[in-house]
Each structure stands twice: as C-alpha cells, then as structure tokens.
C-alpha cells in the first residue's frame, strides 16, 4: 500500500505540472477548454491526495509500522482517537495534511468561481497548482511519508506524552487550515494582478477567501493560546514563541486586508494596500509553515532536517520578489481616483488601522527572526525576549483597540467638530468614566492595563451607540418597534454589526489580557505536606499527596494482571487508577491543595505530574516505565472574576525513590512490563508514606476568562457578518420559480 | 497650501516618523538582545553583569537541588562531559522534559564566579526521538 | 497484493485523466459540430435551454461554452447569476449609505450625492439584468413546432 501512496504523489506532482501548463496556455490563448482542464486537474489533485491521505491514516489506525511514519509516532496501545490523529504529529504527515488541505480548499474556490473572472481564476489555478507542487515536491524528494523500513517493526515508538490532549490533536488541522486557507486569496490576488483586473468583482470573490483564513487561523490561535494555558506547566498564555508569532503575522495582515477592503469598495482608494495586504498576508503563511518545520530557529521547537530549510526559503524569496514585481509593474492600473481629504475622517482612520497592523507585524516580524538578522549583520547570533516583545506591541495594541472604537462612528470624508462632538461625546465619556471608577475603587496604578481598561469602555461606548442609533434609525423607517427593529437591523446588514461585535470580543479579550498580565500574583516554591502559601488574596495549602498507578494494559483480564492489581491496591494511600484521562502515564504523583480566600474555603485543586513509559532499555527495566518525558497535568478554579492555576512538580529522584528504581532495574527483566509495575507500586506507596518537598507553582490571575469570552464573541460576531443574508436567498428561490416558469413556457 | 502639497507634506512626515521607530526598534533589539552562546564561548567570553543565551545539554550526574534554586552544569553539544562544562544556579519554573542528557537554553549572568539563571528562562527543547512533532511544547516564559 | 496496488493505481491514473480532459474532449468533439445549419442552430438553442432551466449544472456542451476569450457573450445563465450578485451587493451598499447618514457618519449633501450615484447605478444593473432575461425568453418565443424539452 505504501507503494500506492508513492504512486499517488508522483501522480500529484504530474498532474501540478500539467495543471499549471494548462491553465496559463489556457488564459492566454483564450481557449478556455484548457483553462477549465487546469482547474479539473485541482478537482483531480483533491482526489489524488485523499486517497494518499486515507492510505497514511488507513496504515496508522491499521498499526502497519513498515511505514516509517507509523513506526516513529504511534504504537499499538496509543488509543485509537490519538493513532489518527498521529498522522499529522510528523513531519511527513503534516506535509500530506498540509498538501491535501490546500487541494481542499483550492478546489472549493475554484469550484465557487467556476462561473466568474474567469482570467484571474485561471491565473490562480496555477499559482495553487504550483503551491502543491511544491508541497508535493518535499514529499517525494525530502521527507516521505509513504517510506517504509524492512523487517517491518513489530511496536512503534508511540505519541508524545506531550501531544495526548484532544484540544492538541485539533489545534494542528485547525490551524493548517487557517495557513492553507491564506494562499488562496494570495493566488487570486497574484491573479487579478497578472490579469491587471482588480475590480468589484474580484473584492467580493477574494473577501471570502480571505475571510475564511483569518477565521481559521484566529480560531487556531485562540486554541494554541488556550492550550498552552491549560495544559502546560508554565500558566502563560502568550510567550512571543516563534511559532505563535507565525500565526499570528499572517492573521494581522489577514486583519487589515479585510479593513481596507471597505474603502477600496466604497471609495475606490488604497488599491496598492490591499493587493500588497493580500500578497502579504500568504506569504507571511509560507514563512509561518517554513519557520515551524524548519528548526531554523533557536526556539523550543526542534523540528525536522535542516534540509527543508533552503527549498522553503527559496519558495519564500520567489513570493517576495514576484509580489513586488507585479505591484510595481502593475502601479497604474492601481492608481486612485479619490484620495484622502482630511486626517479626521473614516478613511483616515481605516489608514492609521492598516498602519499600525503592518508596525505590529514589522515588530513581531523583526524580534522573531532576530537570531537569523544578527548573525547575519553581527556574526553572533542572539535573541529578544517577550519584554522587548510586549514594550513595543503593547502601545500598539492600545492604538489599535482605541482605532477599532472610532472606525465604526467617525464620519466619511471630513469630520466637523460638531459631528465629532456628537459622535464621540457618550464613548470618550465613557472611557473617562471608567478612569474615574477604576481610580476611586483604588486599583493599582498600572498605566496601560488602565489605558486599556478605558480604551475598551471607549469601544463598548461607541460600539454600542452604534447599535442604538442603527436600531432607532430603522425604528423609525420601518415603524417597528424597538426589539424588532433591532433584530431586523442586525439580519438586513449583517457584515456592518458582525463586525462591531467582533471588535466589542477583541475589546473584552485585551481587557482580560491587560488584567491577567498587570494584576497577577505568582508564587514558586517548595512546599511539604500541610505547608502553605500565599498568593494574592488567596492561601494555598499542600493537604496531602495523591499517587497513582496506572498500569499500561488492562489489568483485569489476564490472571498476572489480577494478581498485580491485588498487590497495588495493598498498597496504602495508592491509587490503582483506571487511565481515565487516556493518558498512559504509567505513575501520576500528585497533591490535594486547599484553596482559601480570608480564611474561608473555595476550592480544592488536584493538580499532579505525569511520569511516561519510555522505550529505552538504558533506563532499565523499572526506570523506562516511568523514564519518558513527564507531563504536568494542571489544576485550575476558572472564575469569572480570577483564575487560581496551579501546577506541580513532584520529586522523584530523593535518595530513597532512587534506590527502589535501582533495585528494580537489577532484579527484575525487562521484557515483563509487569513485574516491573510491582516495582513502581512500591515506589507509589513509598512516595505516599513520606513525601518529599514538591515544587509549585501557583498563580492567581484576575479576569482570564473573559479572554476566551472574548474570543467566543470574536467567533459569534464573525458567523453573524459572514452569514448568507435572507434576501440573497429569497432572491435565488424567485430565480428557480421563474426558471420553472420559463419551462411551463417552453411546454405550452 | 494645496491639497497635493498637503499629501505631500504628510507623506514625508509619515515616513520620517515610521523610519525613527523602526531605528528606534532596531537600535534597541541589538542592545537587549542576549547572545546565544555555547560553554565553550561563554567561558572564554563572558562578562560580568551582561546577560547570555546559554545552549547546551545538560550534563549527567549535575543535577541537583537545593531549597528554591536548581543547580546543574550545561555542556557542549559537541564534546560532552570532555569539554567545558557550565555550572549554572537556576531558580524558576521548570519545563517538563528538563532532564540530564536533554538540550537547553537558558539565560544566564555571569556574577562573581558563579553563573545565575534568570528566573524563568529556561526552555527544554523536545528531545530528538520527538523532533518531528510540530506544534508541541511550551516552556518558558 | 502487486496486482491489487497495480490495478488501484490504473484505475486512479484512468479517473484522473478522464477528469482532466473532459473539456478538452468536448471542445474537441464539438468543432466537428459546428456547422452552418438551421438544424445545428436549432440545436444550439435547444440545448442552451436546457441548461438555463438548471443553471447550476456544469455539463459539456456546444464550442460556445468553453471557447472564445472573455469579452465574448457569456452564458446567459452565467450573466444573470453576476448580474443578481451585483445588484445585492449594490443595495447592500445604498443601505449601508443610508445607515451612516442616519448614524451621523456622512454629510447632508454627501449622503445626498453617493446615494443618488448609487441609485442610478443599480437603475443601470436592473436594466442590463431585464434585458438578459427578456433574451432568455426570446428564444422561446420564437420557437414553434417539435424541440427539445427541458430536462
């Protein structure tokens, strides 16, 4: 079968070829068969790549370790949920993962413009064709997804501990998704340049587009964000990571394009913004792919050979030189009509946005790729880290949440003082407000965290004013009363009022963000069993220990097992767990913390680590079961108000533990797992009768919740702009009824 | 002033404005940076008070601690126990797969004699059984 | 297994190609059709018919379909389609014109111009859209004897 998955990639790469061919022979002969031929051949690349994406998935779930794909990350007891999704846990199979998502939604757009710009849709067709090619390319000369070692391995190596988490298993299809996604308005884009037509035609072909990417991608990095939250050990959100920040870039220029969008639609101005946006924004998607896989930078991510690094940067220096080379080549087709009459004035604003969206990205752009710039310039490679990060973004996050509270109510054109007193007098009001209560309730003065209080009761100021005046407005049109005119007003535009509760969701998210980070209280520390510690308002006390032994394999069903969990259960204080949590951790060392606020309680929080089975026999027969990486499994009490966080890291390695592995390890084989577990029983209860000082870390954080609060509304107000609207539809059922009419014509 | 000299004016003070921040930002980039240094060259190179992105592999048997602080020594990737050896007192959060034999960087400051960790800095890289997962770990901060 | 994997793959490589060339093939196909005839032209109308009563299904089918560049007539079914997109997005935006007035963000006079502006753009739009259905229906009024029903 592995032979019919390299069968299935040359077949690819072929049909890329011909593709690509097709299509450009196909718009510039103006013989179309061939241009529909070209866009057949990404129908027929969809295909292609599915039937090798459900050979790779079919092998993994199969346990068919002569892939080497399957044999490096899945074994036979990963369950099954995590054996599917390990597909893409490689670097092999999240190439196909990649390759095959691109085909996917190539072929959806070209299918929804099958009937529309024509020219720039052939284009197009070639720029995705060439795209998967590439992708393809890399499979078949670099890293193979469908190779195969012989004698086949009878186990595999299994899946990162690290990885076992459901959330984690989405976030890389989802975020694919989202990177795949941005090449294509960056082919249509490239496109209409190449076919100089960047008219009304094309914006509301590439809005979708774009659209669908920066949804995808924003719902991956909130995921990324929420994961890295809850379920890694070191209670942050945002690290200024590599790879976070390569999602995030394409995101913000995903952002702005979809802004500055409006003015060209409706004022026929900043043409070279947005093509320049829309290039941009996809090949800041290649670079983000490239930086992931590339192990190119000191980061905490070691992936892959260094030998996909030159390819990506080859591909990358292609965009950037094409990108410019068709904007400038193509500058008077781009010209403006209208220009920008005064700096106080919706497009204005709309500029400023897009202005300090690209400084946010040159900063981000710049502090990750640092390490490569200096020892370019200097020779010494060196790295920035998330303070030099947050002096520059968080200024300009300030601006931009101020900027998304006056786009939606500054006037067109010119604002005059007496529109902008009535437009800006409730928001400003309000902010001030806010400055004032917040100060008088004695917050700590923290000035951008209260910056960015104030900045978003300016947005839900003019935010809601906005709704208010819409709904009144249409009240008095339509005559409908109030409620109904509000929800009738929100249906008839829903672009307009989804997007101001995306910016009222951006609003909250910042507000939780600026909380959590100015206002948190953290504490590290060794604690024994009945000390305690405070953090903020809040007292922390290690009760007691948790141990817990869970046995790689279903004890009950052979009679060793039986016997084995008898002798565990014997063993006081130990817990004979059941791998509820799909896990695998062999051993789970824990504590019970009781969680106070002035001397009453609110909550008890378990949080524990968990020690992995590992396949090195070095380890020794006992120490491999519990040798592989640990993984911190946290507790929190999410409140609507503050997060208590708590994670800890027990100690393994006292004097006394280490001599039961020692002793384990040269009495007992290897090759019987299970006596072995006896061992780690031992070692549970030994744990349990007198536990060592463990190190935690606790973190009491107000408002975090409303980040991802904020986020759900992001996602809410987002459904709602992108909704198909109801006249589009009654319009469509009145063409098939004429339709029908017309044959009632025809037959009469 | 006419319009297009208006435009103009604007144009140039955009630009002069976005060419100071962006020296602004280079400028202090290199001066906060911390130099990814291996023993070898932090030995040899090192100045008290500067701070320096130490990369290594964490050497066997140096593990050990004492209260609050993790005390361990950081060797080359390339020579291994044979070669310079760092030892370095760490107080902070500790990733996951810290363990002797892994690979790591963290930010230390050479004071005294000794080299101190800054809080906080360390990062475990995925060992290299795991190097092809794409978007695992998380450790710092 | 060889022989499974070898004919999987043949039986890929021939879908694939099938696919691919489809519209080649016909366009192909058809210019051996494309002859001067009342018969041919009769069946060239006939056949459009067809395809409007179900504007959504892409089939194979005269030279005209596929051939000629892209200022040549198009489908009818393809320009009321665009025409119909056009003309949302055009109310769309004659009531986002309306909304910022009403919420203050456009001038007594500006509203006063771009709404007019747009209004008789979509005056311009409604009228192209009547004369692609009255040419949708001209056919059928001119037809009379035996012809091709819709599907």
Known sequence: ????????????????????????????????????????????????????????????????????????????????????????????????????????????????????????????????????????????????????????????????PLLRFPTMMIHPPMLYSGYTLCTIPLAFGMGALLARRVDAEWIRVIRRFAFGAWFFLGIGILLGARWSYSELGWGGYWGWDAVENAALLPWLTGTAFLHSLMIQE????????????????????????????????????????????????????????????????????????????????????????????????????????????????????????????????????????????????????????????????????????????????????????????????????????????????????????????????????????????????????????????????????????????????????YVRSTASVTPDYDSSSTQGGRELSAIIRAEPGVTLGPDTARTGATLSLGAV???????????????????????????????????????????????????????????????????????????????????????????????????????????????????????????????????????????????????????????? | MNPARKRTVRLVVALSVAVVLASALIYTSFSAASPALTPSQLVHEAQPGRSYELTGTVLAHSVSRDGDVLNFSVADRATGATGAAVPVAYTGTVPDPFKEGREVIVTVEKQGGEYVGERNSLITKCPSKYKETPASEKQSS | MEILIAILALVLLVVVVLVISAPLRAAWGSQDDVVVGRAALGEARGEPLKERADPDRARAGPAGRWGGSVSDQREPAEERAELEAEREAKYREIRDTELDYRTGKLSQEDFAATDGALRAEAVAILDRLAAVERDEDAPTELEDGPRPRGA
């Open chain 1, 1 to 160: 079968m592995a032979l019919l998955g390299r069968i299935c990639l040359l077949l690819a790469l072929a049909v890329c070829a011909y593709g690509i061919g097709a299509s450009i022979y196909g718009v510039r002969t103006g013989r179309w068969e061939w241009a529909v031929s070209g866009r057949r051949s990404v129908y027929a690349l969809a295909g292609i790549l599915t039937v090798g994406f459900v050979i790779l998935e079919v092998a993994f779930l199969r346990d068919d370790f002569a892939f080497n794909a399957v044999a490096d990350t899945s074994s036979r007891t990963t369950p099954t949920f995590y054996k599917a999704a390990a597909v893409w846990s490689s670097q092999e199979g999240s190439l196909l993962l990649w390759a095959w998502l691109m085909s996917l939604w190539s072929s959806l757009a070209l299918f929804l413009t099958r009937r529309r710009i024509r020219d720039v849709a052939a284009y197009a067709t070639a720029i995705m064709l060439g795209f998967g090619g590439f992708f393809i390319s890399l499979m078949v000369f670099y890293a193979q997804p469908f190779a195969t070692t012989s004698p086949t391995p009878s186990e595999g190596v299994g899946l990162d």
């Open chain 1, 266 to 541: 409706k004022r026929g101005m900043l043409k070279v913004w947005n093509v320049s946006l829309v290039l941009a924004t996809g090949t800041l998607a290649i670079m983000g792919t490239f930086l992931v896989r590339s192990g190119v930078l000191n980061s905490i991510h070691a992936f892959g050979g260094q030998t996909l690094g030159v390819p990506f940067v080859v591909l990358i220096a292609v965009l950037i030189a094409g990108s410019i080379y068709l904007v400038i080549t193509r500058r008077e087709m781009l010209h403006t009509e209208h220009r920008i009459d005064s700096l106080l004035s919706r497009e204005a604003a709309f500029l400023a946005n897009n202005l300090v969206l690209v400084a946010l990205v040159f900063v981000i752009l710049w502090g990750t790729y640092f390490p490569l710039i200096s020892e370019a310039l200097t020779g010494q490679e060196a790295s920035v880290g998330p303070p030099w990060f947050d002096r520059y973004t968080v200024p300009l996050a300030l601006i931009l949440v101020l900027l998304s509270g006056i786009g939606p109510v500054i006037a067109w054109r010119r604002a005059t003082l007496a529109n902008a007193r009535r437009n800006f007098l409730v928001p400003i009001g309000l902010a001030l407000a806010t400055l004032v209560v917040l100060l008088a309730a004695g917050v700590p003065v923290k000035p951008f965290a209260l910056a960015m209080f104030c900045c978003a009761a300016f947005v839900f100021g003019s935010i809601s004013q906005e709704f208010f005046r819409g709904m009144r407005a249409r009240s008095a049109m339509a005559g409908e009363a109030p409620p109904t005119a509000l929800v009738a007003l929100v249906r008839r535009n829903r672009r307009r009022y989804g997007g101001y509760i995306v910016h009222i969701g951006i609003a909250v998210l910042f507000v939780g963000v600026a909380a959590s980070t100015s206002f948190q209280h953290e504490s590290e520390l060794g604690l024994s069993p009945g000390q305690s510690s405070r953090v903020g308002a809040y007292t922390i006390k």
């Open chain 1, 593 to 748: 913390l009781d969680v106070s606020k002035h001397g009453r309680h609110v909550t008890t929080l378990y949080p524990s680590e968990g020690f992995y089975a590992s396949e090195e026999p070095t380890q020794g027969s006992v120490g491999h079961l519990i040798g592989g990486q640990p993984v911190s499994h946290v507790a929190i009490d999410a409140g609507v108000t503050r997060d208590v966080w708590t994670a800890i890291a027990p100690n393994i390695e006292t004097p006394q533990l280490k001599r039961i592995v020692t002793l384990g390890n040269r009495t007992l084989p290897y090759a019987h797992p299970g006596e072995g577990m006896v061992a780690i029983a031992a070692l549970a209860a030994a744990y349990m009768k007198s536990p060592p000082q463990a190190q935690f870390h606790l973190i009491a954080s107000p408002l975090v919740m409303w980040i991802w609060i904020g986020g759900l509304i992001v996602v809410g107000g987002a459904l709602i702009a992108i909704w198909p609207a109801p006249s589009v539809v009654r319009h469509r059922v009145r063409a098939r009824s004429r339709a029908r009419a017309e044959q009632g014509l025809a037959s009469a």
